[in-house]
């Protein structure tokens, strides 16, 4: 007999314990090698309508990789602490550190070859069906599966990163272990006795997973909180460690309780059959909940991300707003609606504008003034202002009244016309529109708009485009085309952007991949 | 005049930080000699340090100050190689508990010392059967711990001691999870061992019955010997000459 083959009966024994350590890394790269597959698809590098894939898919296959590192590292050392006897026997019969290590190193490297041929494997399997699964979700189609050596060296290269970093890890620990803590670890019992705390404990990881339950859902009806990462955070934290204490806590506690009971005599055999097995399992069922956690998380997270994106982008229901003026973004009319209709159109809004100064006191605005009848079309709202009477509307994200409050009385001047507003608003407008050239407009009344226009020279009038596209995902060409026109006049303007949903969304995508 | 196996000098065993009040003073200045042959009990009530005093001379734990030689080397200024490597040819341990590989058999644990030293298989084979003949454990070597009584195991963890050949045994109490029967087969083999094989061995019990198989029984109580009994007379004088000196120490009854 030789020690061979007593770490093989030792490996056949510890099955169990091994094929939970197995099963985890498996897991882990199969889920990292179906995304590297999918990153690596040049079909999906080159498909615009996908953009935020390429900027998404490499934040997640990075979650990925650090969650195994914690992941394998946690169901490796629960694997080795469940081998204390074993240790303890070799070295009381002379086996010394460096022999441990080896030993260790061997099985290491079994475990993790074979894990690594598995899961790629399992992932080569799937890969297809998961890609067909996550390009049905975001709708895309006519991406071909596609396989090259890429995800093969990415997944190996990041795998033999993290088993040497866990291995590094238990290696540091073996330095420190010594034969009398083995001897006393190993004598502690399997499962603990019930103490007080862990009925206290138990009821404070079920408050924990309510807590969490509740969280969720405020959260997915509140943008602004889901937006706030602390949180996030918080909620991560309070539902990963209530599940731990119910687990490791409130288990222990309810099995007491059922032992102190009435009808635990009568069932005795099957009580004590689920304590032996939830003793010896706990820690697996809760590696393999927050597995199911993060797989979830991992597989709906590019789709939901790029479904936040385009909700926040479709917020505004024009996809292509500009303003045109004397020396402000021109175009001819013949050269702009050829650009404009090149992309199948729902609707086009025309709506002129004045920028005129408001002064009430010393505070002195210029602010874009709008006609009600304007506003009705650019909004689909009905107002009916009378002649004196206007409403204030904000226009971008930032707080506060914008200096004009409701009930207020301002004198607005255009070109030697003025005119005295009394506020009945001021409030959001629906949406965020940059192109107008300011943080907030004005709405008066028809009446008074048309005197303001009289007085107004061309230098204050202003045209606003606002067009509805049949799908706006392909007109990017089309927006990069009219800003080339503008440019080549050379009237574009800070000022006055040309703001499109298609260049918004690959924008706030790319943020995304910063953040 | 016989050889001296052992020799512990000076041996204290300080838990905590020495000085502070919540330091917990375990062994407090221990001498103690064991000739080779000695077949040696070590008693004392619940905390008295005797399990401690164990630990520190089979370098298990390291002690606080003093010195332990064995076989006429200083356990301490080894080095961890050193000393596994002493430990696997000049030692040998039977605890109370943790001793079998569950997934070994019982020929297969007990040649578990000479696996790890590389003996050739030849050897291990005739050693093993020698052993287990001795114990009488022989029918049972093909068997997984679990399908033996404890009595089987623990002879199966005393032959195990023995393959090495070492210059001495620790045992702490060998027979604490035993029933009456099994410890006396247990302590036979003890016996046998000490007798036929001339082991020295040290054992930590607090079972009267078990040390009275022993030629020596050294008292230990707060740390400290406070009485050593040696053999006279026969098994059944011993033993009651163990339980007066255990009444002059003091100790629990119910520890009998």
Redesign the interface.
């Known amino acids: ?3 061979r083959d ?1 770490a093989i ?2 490996f ?3 099955m169990r314990n091994y094929s939970a350590y197995f099963l985890c890394s498996c897991f882990t790269i199969m889920l990292f090698f179906m995304y590297t597959t999918l990153l690596f698809n040049d079909a999906v590098g080159n498909n615009e309508s996908l953009d935020a894939l390429t900027y998404v898919f490499p934040i997640t296959i990075v979650a990925i990789g650090l969650f195994s590192v914690f992941f394998i590292n946690y169901a490796h050392q629960i694997f080795m602490k469940g081998r204390n ?2 240790f ?12 441990l290590k080896k030993q260790v190193l061997i099985e290491n490297l079994i475990i993790s070859v074979g894990s690594l041929i598995t899961g790629i494997v399992a992932g080569l399997l799937f890969s297809r069906l998961f890609q067909m699964i996550i390009l049905n979700l975001l709708d895309v189609d006519g991406i071909e599966f596609q396989l090259s050596f890429r995800p093969f060296i990415c997944t190996i290269l990041t795998y033999v990163l993290i088993f040497g970093i866990v291995l590094w890890n238990t290696n540091r620990k073996l330095d420190k272990v ?3 803590t083995l ?1 006393q670890d ?2 502690k019992k399997e499962g603990r006795e019930y103490k007080r705390k862990d009925s206290i404990l138990g009821i404070i990881g079920v408050l924990g997973m309510i807590l969490s339950v509740v969280i969720v859902l405020v959260l997915a009806k509140n943008d602004r909180m889901n937006s706030n990462p602390l949180l996030l955070g918080g909620y991560v934290v309070i539902s990963f460690t209530s599940v731990y204490l119910v687990l490791a806590h409130g288990g222990n506690a309810l099995i007491h309780r059922v032992k102190n009971s009435r009808g635990y005599l009568g069932n005795l055999l099957t009580v004590n059959q689920i304590h032996y097995k939830f003793e010896r399992n706990k820690n697996i069922i809760f590696i393999l909940s927050i597995l199911s956690t993060m797989t979830i998380f991992l597989v709906a997270s590019p789709f939901s991300l790029v479904n936040v994106t385009k909700s926040i982008v479709l917020i505004d229901p024009y996809n292509l707003e500009f303003t045109r003026g004397k020396g402000v973004n021109e175009v001819s009319d013949q050269k702009m609606n050829e650009i404009i209709n090149a992309v199948d159109l729902e609707k086009k809004t025309t709506v002129p504008f004045l920028t005129a100064t408001e002064t009430m006191g010393e505070n002195t605005f210029y602010k874009p003034v709008l006609s009600e009848s304007s506003y009705q079309q650019l909004s689909g709202k009905v107002l009916e202002l009378k002649d004196g009477e206007a409403i204030h509307l904000i226009l971008d994200w930032t707080p506060g009244t914008h200096g004009m409050q409701k009930n207020e009385t301002w004198e607005v001047t255009l070109g030697g016309q003025k005119e005295i507003i009394s506020l009945l608003e001021s409030e959001r407008f629906a949406w965020y529109i940059s192109s107008l050239g300011s943080d907030a407009m004005i709405v008066v009344s028809d009446e008074m708009f048309e005197r303001l226009s009289k007085a107004a020279d061309e230098d204050s009038a202003y045209t606003f485009f606002a067009i509805q596209y049949k799908d706006w995902e392909n007109s990017k060409e089309m927006v990069e085309q009219l800003k080339a026109e503008i440019d080549q006049k050379k009237t574009a303007s800070i000022q006055y952007p040309v703001d499109s949903s298609v260049l918004e969304y690959q924008d706030l995508n790319t943020r995304y991949f910063y953040l | 005049m016989s050889e001296t196996v052992l020799e512990a000098k000076h041996i204290t065993k300080v838990y905590g930080n020495a000085g502070e009040e919540s330091a917990t003073k375990a062994l407090n200045g221990v001498d103690i000699k064991v000739e080779a042959g000695d077949f040696v009990a070590i008693m004392g009530p619940s905390g008295s340090g005797k399990s401690t005093l164990v ?1 520190i001379l089979s370098g ?2 390291k002690q606080t100050s003093g010195t332990v030689t064995i076989g006429n080397r200083q356990i301490e200024s080894m080095s ?2 050193e000393m ?6 000049s ?1 040998g ?1 039977v ?1 109370q ?8 058999t019982i020929k ?1 644990n007990i ?3 000479m ?4 003996k050739s ?1 030849d050897a ?1 084979e005739t050693k093993a059967n020698e052993v287990m003949s001795l114990f009488g454990i022989r029918e049972v070597g093909h068997k997984y711990p679990y399908e033996v009584s404890g009595g089987q195991q623990q002879r199966a963890a005393v032959s ?1 001691a023995l393959m090495n050949d070492p210059v001495i045994v620790f045992a702490d109490e060998p027979t604490g999870n035993l029933d009456s029967k099994s410890s006396n087969a247990v302590m036979n083999c003890f016996k046998t061992m000490n007798e036929e094989k001339n082991t020295t061995i040290l054992m930590v019990t607090h079972d009267v019955f078990a040390a009275s198989f022993c030629k020596k029984v050294i008292f230990i109580k707060d740390g400290r010997i406070t009485l050593t009994a040696d053999k006279k007379g026969t098994r059944k004088e011993f033993f009651s000459h163990i339980l007066d000196c255990q009444a002059v120490v003091g100790g629990e009854s119910d520890e009998i």
């Open positions: 007999m030789k020690f007593v009966k030792n056949k024994q510890n006897k074993e303890g026997i070799y070295m009381t019969l002379g086996m010394n550190q460096s022999d010594d034969i009398g001897i190993a004598r | 630990d298990i734990t961890p190689s596994a490597l002493f430990r696997r040819r030692l341990f605890f508990e943790f001793n079998l590989l569950d997934s070994l297969e040649v578990l010392p696996v790890l030293d590389k298989s291990m195990r």
